[in-house]
């Protein structure tokens, strides 16, 4: 039974403490941990922008010697082109000499082609060059300027062109993806001519999505790209000043193998990276670092090269280990070991808390169990102590005062006594929930008669003035022996805290099904704050109060536990002095 | 029977002509120009074999080789792991055993990406360079272009013409990072043979592009292998270097220039540039005692008996590597007409048929491949036996012990058309092949 009563205790009390617990250690923690994910994950932001900004450089830096080897090419090509004889044996030499080129061209100050030359014996390579450079001999006129070459075109535009069809947004969109804007060297000609002949430029060019065109700015020089089998081709070009246009085309392997051995670094250290560089195709034209990304990596950033070979971008993937370390996965494991020794200080306290609170419970709990146990030891023989005195007063000779007297007070205090031990008992089948009601018929005043009879001998020689005012008549079903547990509480209470008052007033009343009991003293009263908590169980009030007075502290509890029981409860009334109880019950009228 | 006796031709076959301004003593590139028929049918249009033929002079000895400019490119792609790059490993260690402290030497290795584990530098430590060497560790794809590509770039920083500069490229995969059509390779292999470098390629095993690596050896003249096995690259290396560490001649420009009335009608073996009546060929190097030749089929219009018609002027320039000189050979051809066969016949200058027979044959075998490639197998074969009889006639009339041997050659190619050997043979065929036509010592 003691057992029973210890654990159904703590587990009513769990709920509570796991709410405190919470609040203690969860709700902390996870405002802590809300604070530092959102601080990581700005930081994050934060560290992925600076570290894309240097992997962006790093391309940039691939980017930037690949446009150095273009313009080294450039002025490569600018030299052999300065000082070349423009027979057809001179461009030959050149290009049998110049380890860049694959062929050249020369057109004639009218745009007519002098080289590969119409007539006369050409060979093999000059044949497929003509071939393949076809796009350059209908887009010739580029390479003049524009005075010249927009008088031209729009002849050409009007007998040769087939009607334009492209819508302005078409011819927008096309000219900003095609069209590149080059460092103008020599810009001749007002705003609204480049303009027209731009327009032209445009018109004259056959539609295909694989010409790139070549700056209707006049230029003296320049590269052009146009597309021919498996990627782009590049032609320099330039406007010598007798008006001739030399052109060298580039040997496309060998331009690659140039990029290639330009832009990777001669240290390839990239040991958690790769940088690519694609070709027009989207095809690997050479990589470095020691990162493998896998198949459909999306590169982490990326960089398009400029004309002439915008078509080519450059790549660079990272492994996730790299991007961590820079992140500062040691921030991160810092701030989560932070959070976790934080989170276990919150626990410590919150097992201290527990700990001395679940102690206290104990504590109380042992001592109830330990009375609980000896109360029902002290119960049969108090019963016969009990039974034996009533029977000894009963057979008192009268004249023996003395004796009367003694007898008295041995029945009163073993009365008190059993009423303990009752109310000991009924708490421990309340916490095991065994308690049951015992209706019967009866009286609901006789009953408060009887227990007022019990107690005034007692009431009475601490000078406290008992009255009772009967209102309940009626023949009711009540519990008899409840009604005598919570009167006998509220009377006891009176007797122990309220006797200088010198006066106990009770009422009863009854009204329908509903009998209500007032027991009202002139005692010191209860504070206004701790009117809820004397019917909390070990509840006792302030030591002043309860100086020199004994008691387990749980007679209220019982007595509004057993008044609900009964369909009722038991309120501290306001009064205008002392306390004032109400007992309220259900006590349906026999039928 | 040869063809030194018959004195009368000499008039003919006008002698070289030193136009350089070499020292008398010093060793000159020896040139011989020479027709298949010096004496022509009469009155009869018809085609004959024009033949320049340079033979490097003697090289006494080691101290007198020009310095070598190379570059080791080697695979180190997961293919290579095992033997295979333990091997290639013995062999480039080799290499830099048997140069010298006057060479230059860098080493490129690729995988997925291109490494410079050795960049260009004077072999002055060759312990160091051995060391590096040692560490290769194979894995990952073939990056061949890139590798090719950034070995190029570190031979140009030492790019000096009085230098042997030399790319030696060992493959044993599919180029599969980057540019890898035998065209494109063939491209840049123009392109660095401008520039002097050569591109010698070595397949190893059965795994590579053979039409990519002899077309990037051919386009750049330098040399072609095909080593079966990783235990064959000792060999390998061991010739290309009897080759690198030989040159006599590099910038060898070959210019004939045909005679009115003469057609040139096709480059055999060598490529060379046709534009009109002119031809011209280029050799990047040339090795001691080693004869290269450049070798043309012209057709000779119909010509009256007893006439002496001029066919060609040829020049030839070079840069002699022992002088450091650009020297000058020039030469003329003109040939006879007569209305005897048995003349005809006579006077034919075997070597030069010889030699055109053998690159007839070899655009045969060219053929064959193609149509092997395409699946007709039987086509293939019958192209193999024409040039197999072709060859074994040829040998009989010519008393050609080379032209026996190639037609056991093609014999042996018609025997592996089919079944699981193919892969090899086709390997073999090219290497032949590009052997055949750049007259690589085999």
């Known amino acids: 039974m003691a057992k029973a009563f210890r654990s159904s205790r703590s587990d009513s009390m769990k709920p509570k403490l796991l709410a405190i617990f919470a609040l203690i250690v969860v709700a902390p923690l996870a405002l802590l941990v809300w604070i530092g994910v959102r601080g990581a994950r700005e930081q994050r932001g934060l560290v992925q922008k600076r570290f894309d900004q240097l992997l962006m450089s790093r391309i940039a830096d691939a980017k930037s010697r690949i446009d150095d080897l273009l313009s080294r090419r450039e002025t490569e090509l600018l030299r052999a082109t300065e000082s070349a004889g423009l027979t057809t044996a001179d461009l030959r030499a050149l290009v049998r000499t110049t380890p860049a080129a694959s062929q050249a061209m020369l057109l004639d100050p009218e745009g007519e082609r002098l080289h590969p030359p119409a007539s006369g014996p050409i060979s093999n390579a000059e044949r497929e060059f003509l071939l393949r450079a076809e796009q350059i001999w209908r887009d010739k006129h580029i390479f003049f300027r524009p005075s010249d070459a927009s008088a031209r075109m729009a002849s050409d535009a009007q007998t040769q062109s087939p009607p334009q069809t492209i819508t302005q947004s078409e011819q927008s969109q096309s000219a900003t993806r095609r069209r590149f804007v080059p460092r103008a060297e020599t810009v001749d000609g007002g705003q609204g001519q480049t303009f027209q002949s731009d327009q032209l430029a445009q018109q004259a060019a056959p539609r295909s999505a694989a010409v790139f065109k070549v700056p209707s700015v006049s230029r003296s020089h320049g590269w052009y790209a146009w597309y021919w089998g498996n990627g782009v081709q590049l032609l320099f070009w330039r406007r010598l000043d007798s008006g001739h246009v030399i052109g060298i085309e580039l040997n496309r392997a060998r331009l690659m193998a140039d990029v290639i051995a330009a832009a990777t670094p001669a240290e390839a250290t990239l040991p958690d990276g790769r940088v690519r560089l694609l070709d027009s195709k989207g095809d690997v034209v050479c990589q470095w670092g020691a990162y493998r990304p896998a198949k459909g990596e999306k590169p982490r950033v990326a960089l398009r090269l400029d004309y002439p070979l915008h078509s080519w971008r450059l790549e660079h993937f990272v492994s996730s280990a790299a991007f961590d370390a820079a992140f500062g996965r040691q921030q991160m494991a810092n701030m989560m070991g932070g959070l976790a020794a934080l989170g276990l200080v919150l626990v410590g306290l919150a097992v201290y808390f527990y700990r001395e609170s679940s102690r206290d419970l104990r504590e109380a709990a042992q001592r109830v169990t330990f009375v609980n146990q000896v109360s029902h030891e002290l119960k049969t023989p108090l019963t016969n102590i009990r039974m034996y005195g009533e029977l000894l007063q009963e057979n008192l000779p009268d004249d023996d005062e003395r004796a009367e007297q003694y007898v008295g007070v041995i029945c009163s205090e073993s009365q008190r006594l059993s009423r303990l031990i009752g109310n000991i008992l009924t708490f421990a089948r309340k916490q095991r929930d065994a308690l049951k009601l015992r209706p019967a018929l009866g009286c609901v005043d006789d009953a408060i008669r009887n227990v007022l009879d019990h107690f005034r001998p007692a009431l009475e020689s601490k000078g406290v003035q008992v009255s009772f005012a009967p209102g309940a008549p009626a023949l009711v079903a009540f519990d008899a022996d409840a009604l005598e547990q919570i009167l006998g509480n509220l009377f006891s209470n009176v007797e122990k805290y309220a006797a200088n008052g010198g006066a106990m007033n009770v009422t009863s009343r009854q009204d329908g099904d509903r009998t209500s009991i007032t027991v009202a003293d002139r005692g010191p009263g209860i504070p206004e704050a701790q009117r809820g908590a004397v019917f909390e169980p070990f509840q006792r009030l302030s030591d002043a109060l309860t100086e020199g007075v004994s008691g387990t502290g749980i007679g209220l509890s019982i007595a509004r536990y057993l008044a609900r029981l009964h369909g009722g409860d038991v309120r501290l009334v306001p009064s205008h002095a002392g306390a004032c109880f109400e007992v309220e019950l259900r006590t349906p009228a026999a039928s | ?442």
């Open chain 2, 1 to 442: 029977m040869d063809r030194f006796t018959h004195k009368r031709l000499a008039p003919i076959a006008i002698a070289v002509i030193f136009l350089a301004a070499a020292p008398a003593r010093a060793d000159q590139v020896k040139l011989n120009v020479a027709l298949g028929h010096p004496v022509l049918k009469a009155d009869k249009k018809q085609t004959t074999y024009l033949k320049v033929g340079l033979t490097g002079f003697h090289l006494a000895s080691d101290s007198e080789r020009p310095p070598v400019n190379l570059v080791i490119v080697l695979d180190k792609s997961g293919s290579m792991q095992g033997d295979k790059i333990r091997k290639a490993k013995e062999a480039a260690l080799m290499v830099i055993d048997r140069l010298s402290r006057r060479d230059i030497v860098s080493v490129v290795t690729y995988c997925d990406t291109v490494q410079v584990l050795v960049p260009a530098t004077r072999l002055s430590d060759k312990y160091a360079v051995k060391q590096q060497i040692r560490q290769i560790q194979a894995g990952g794809s073939t990056a061949l272009f890139a590798g090719v590509s950034k070995g190029a770039a570190e031979v140009r920083k030492f790019l000096e013409r009085n230098k042997v500069n030399r790319v030696i490229l060992l493959s044993d995969g599919l180029a599969n990072v980057g540019p890898s059509s035998p065209y494109e390779l063939g491209q840049l292999g123009a392109s660095v043979a401008k520039e002097g470098i050569s591109v010698t390629t070595i397949g190893l095993g059965l795994g590579y592009n053979e039409d990519l690596m002899s077309q990037l050896a051919l386009k750049s003249d330098g040399n072609h292998y095909f080593a079966e096995n990783a235990a064959d690259l000792a060999r390998v290396f061991d010739r290309e270097l009897g080759d690198v560490l030989t040159v006599v001649a590099q910038k060898v420009v070959v210019r004939i220039v045909c005679a009115p009335g003469i057609r040139p009608v096709r480059g055999l073996g060598r490529e060379v540039d046709i534009t009109g009546q002119t031809i011209t060929a280029t050799l990047n190097q040339l090795y001691s005692d080693q004869e290269k030749y450049v070798l043309v089929e012209v057709e000779v219009p119909a010509t009256a008996a007893n006439q002496t018609r001029h066919i060609a002027d040829v020049s030839v320039t070079y840069a002699n590597m022992q002088t450091k000189t650009t020297d000058r050979l020039a030469s003329a051809l003109a040939a006879r007409f007569t209305r005897s066969e048995d003349i005809v016949v006579r006077e034919t200058n075997k070597d030069v048929v010889v030699n055109a027979v053998q690159q007839i044959a070899t655009i045969n075998n060219r053929k064959a491949v193609e149509l092997r490639d395409k699946g007709q197998i039987q086509e293939a074969k019958q192209v193999l036996k024409l040039n197999t009889s072709f060859l074994r006639l040829n040998a009989v009339k010519f008393e050609s012990e080379a032209l026996k041997d190639y037609a056991n050659v093609q014999e042996l190619d018609a025997k592996g058309l089919t079944g699981p050997g193919w892969a090899k043979r086709r390997k073999e065929m090219r290497a032949t092949q590009s052997q055949v036509e750049r007259q690589q010592k085999r």
